[in-house]
């Protein structure tokens, strides 16, 4: 009984040990060699100047049609209340929010109201989501090229390369990030006619 308690004391004593040496030392020297050698991504965006503008994980309202416009935000694209409405999609809130944003994007988009996608009419979960569809922002291309005087191939090129494509092929779906869309229109403004 005492060497069977001994040997289960020896054993638990080795775990310990292993565990401390693996996930106290070596894992935490892991990470800080990784993070040494992997240069950082910055999602700070700049402007033609090179002022910081905004960031390209992060939702910016706009106003004017001469932008894209983002998905809806049920926090008012606040960083410090990140989150989704929580509202069921029966909720009549919810069903007069989507009613009337359907209704005004296809007055400002001058389509069909069937033709909106989803991510138009809906927020996502976080609320600060800077990605839409690629439907979503085709079906913006001629009011913005319109409003900006940039030819509507210009813009669709710009909606091309600011799409990303599904992780390996297949992993997610292809999403437009409307934030760094936005800045290359921005710092393109010099291509741009007055059409005042």
């Not at 960083?79 to 509202?87: C, H, Q, R, T």
């Not at 390369?161 to 437009?176: A, M, Y």
């Amino acid at each position: 009984m005492l060497a069977q308690l001994s040997r289960q004391t020896f054993t638990g004593l080795r775990a310990l040990l292993v565990f401390t040496l693996v996930l106290g030392l070596a894992y935490p020297l892991v990470m800080v060699l990784i993070a040494t050698v992997v240069p950082s991504q910055d999602s700070t965006l700049r402007n033609a100047d090179g002022v910081a503008v905004g960031s390209s994980l992060l939702a910016q309202p706009v106003t004017g049609d001469e932008w894209f416009y983002p998905r809806p935000s049920a926090g008012d694209y606040d960083g410090l209340s990140s989150g989704a409405s929580n509202l069921a999609v029966t909720n009549p809130e919810l069903v007069d929010a989507i009613t009337t944003r359907r209704a005004d994007i296809a007055v400002r988009e001058d389509v069909d109201p069937g033709d909106i996608p989803a991510d138009a009419v809906t927020a996502s979960a976080s609320g600060l989501d800077p990605e839409i569809s690629p439907e979503y922002a085709r079906l913006q291309v001629a009011r913005v090229a319109r409003e900006t005087g940039l030819s509507e191939e210009d813009v669709t090129t710009m909606v091309e390369d600011n799409t990303k494509q599904p992780l390996l092929g297949f992993i997610g779906e292809p999403r437009v990030n409307v934030v760094t869309l936005n800045n290359d229109l921005a710092n393109n403004a010099d291509a741009r006619v007055d059409v005042n």
